[in-house]
């Protein structure tokens, strides 16, 4: 796969004239394309931080994947976040889930701090408690 942003977006802005990939209700191949450029861009970020991150820990390559698609997650979340509590749990829970898949926590956590100024470290907020707080009230 080509690593160069520009080379890859124009091959998308060629489909898209050319008729060969799906384009919006509007017709607005320059949009199309210039959310697709920056998404792209984005996920390159996302690549180069997690495999330096990976590459000091000395991960084999076959896992490299895995650890990619965590980073993928953690910036789709990004996007989304408004309030940095719910930024933390949320990350929290998606780390316990590649975690749970056989990922190594360390790894992990480092990949959100380097990436993402995630601190996921320490103690884990249970969600019992939350809810046990709740039925109190």
Not at 16 to 41: I, K, N
Not at 46 to 66: D, N, Y
Request: overall charge positive.
């Amino acid at each position: 796969m080509a690593r160069d942003i520009r080379r890859i977006g124009d091959k998308y802005e060629y489909k898209l004239r050319t008729g060969q990939m799906p384009t919006r209700r509007d017709l607005d191949h320059v949009r199309q394309a210039e959310g697709f450029r920056r998404a792209v861009a984005k996920y390159e970020e996302v690549r180069v931080g997690v495999a330096a991150v990976v590459s000091r820990f000395g991960v084999h390559s076959i896992w490299w994947p895995f650890y990619y698609d965590f980073g993928r997650t953690l910036a789709a979340m990004r996007d989304r976040w408004d309030i940095n509590d719910v930024q933390r749990k949320e990350a929290r829970m998606k780390l316990e889930l590649w975690v749970s898949r056989g990922l190594v926590r360390e790894v992990l956590e480092a990949i959100a701090y380097d990436c993402f100024d995630l601190t996921l470290t320490g103690p884990i907020p249970t969600l019992a408690a939350d809810k046990d707080a709740t039925k109190a009230r």
